[in-house]
Every structure is written in structure tokens, then in C-alpha cells.
């Protein structure tokens, strides 16, 4: 597993890093913002949020 990080601080985890990606955030911040990129220990990248989880 790979670890994801924000501003040098780890959120959380990359699960599955196959043609599809999944990983874990773990976000308390409430200025949290999704649309910005995050990083890896191997790329970066966005977020996608499915429309039918509703957060």
C-alpha cells in the first residue's frame, strides 16, 4: 500500500493501484479541499467522488 499525503501530512492509503485506483482519505479538516492534488509516494492525482455517495 502506498500512502497518500497533504501537505506533507499522511490522509491515508492507496489500496488497490490497478487500472482502477482506490485508496482511503481520512480527512477532520473542514476546509478540506477535495479538488486539489494530492500526492503519493509514486504520482500524484485528484480525487473522484462517485455521485451516489453522498458526503
Known amino acids: 500500500m502506498k500512502k497518500i499525503y ?29 479538488d486539489q492534488t494530492f500526492k503519493s509516494e509514486s504520482g500524484t492525482f485528484k480525487v473522484f467522488i462517485p455521485e451516489w455517495l453522498k458526503i
Open 6 to 34: 497533504n501537505n506533507n501530512i499522511e490522509i491515508g492509503k492507496v489500496l488497490i493501484s490497478n487500472d482502477y485506483p482506490f485508496g482511503l482519505i481520512k480527512y477532520q479538516d473542514e476546509n478540506f479541499n477535495k
